[in-house]
């Protein structure tokens, strides 16, 4: 899959090396980090679609990022493989109740590692069903709209995934580059300003019903998402 970005975290050197090697020839942009800090770091900065996840790191196991990860609902669908020298059922079972989507033990060919990141991929973030609500504003990820004490709300598809957005990460400010990445992805060019356009454009959608003060312009930093009022 091309231009899928791949976050790999894995604190040995060659390891890392020999994945960022494979993966980039497979056709993924790759994010290398060697501890849990940095790949929060690298999260915050270019959004992954898909983790590699080594067990042992020098700040915090890979299992303990992976239920952070999990438990925050900013990163939580983001696909999580395990890779570890372990091989015991206890720690396949551990890891997989941790939160990892899939796991690997290590020694393991590339081409069964890309077989692996392409299943976990094809299964997709688990949102289908998901309902947003902010006061009386609705989204139905299911049906795709998004209504007012009933009354539909017209908006376009960038609009739209923009509010889902907003949605699900409330009271969280984001910049105009993190927006970009997160709702055009990081392999498209587009114009900081182009973000302001389709703000301005869903603020409109939503100035009808009276809720348009929810997306809030935070100076020198971005947009937030949020029922207080600024």
């Given at each position: ?29 790759v994010l290398p980090a060697g501890s ?11 959004y992954p679609d898909v983790v590699l ?87 139905d990820a299911a049906s795709h709209r ?85």
């Amino acid at each position: 899959m091309p231009h899928t970005r791949v976050l790999v975290v894995e604190d040995e050197a060659a390891i890392r090396d020999m994945l960022i090697f494979n993966l980039g020839r497979a056709g993924y942009e790759v994010l290398p980090a060697g501890s849990a800090s940095e790949a929060r770091a690298a999260i915050a900065d270019r959004y992954p679609d898909v983790v590699l996840m080594d067990w042992m790191l020098p700040d915090v196991s890979g299992l303990e990022l992976t239920r952070q990860l999990k438990r925050d609902p900013e990163t939580r669908d983001i696909p999580v493989i395990m890779l570890t020298a372990r091989v015991e059922e206890d720690s396949r079972v551990a890891g997989l109740e941790g939160g990892a989507d899939d796991y690997i033990t290590k020694p393991f060919s590339s081409r069964e590692l890309l077989a692996r990141i392409k299943a976990v991929l094809r299964r997709g973030p688990r949102v289908e069903e998901e309902v947003l609500t902010a006061g009386g504003l609705k989204l139905d990820a299911a049906s795709h709209r998004v209504s007012v004490e009933g009354a539909e709300i017209v908006l376009g598809p960038t609009e739209y995934r923009l509010l889902f957005f907003f949605m699900r990460h409330r009271d969280r400010v984001y910049s105009r580059a993190q927006l970009l990445d997160r709702i055009w992805g990081g392999t498209v060019y587009v114009e900081e300003r182009t973000v302001d356009v389709h703000i301005r454009r869903l603020r409109k959608a939503l100035t009808q019903c009276g809720y348009d003060r929810l997306i809030q312009t935070v100076r020198g930093a971005g947009y937030r998402f949020s029922l207080r009022e600024v």
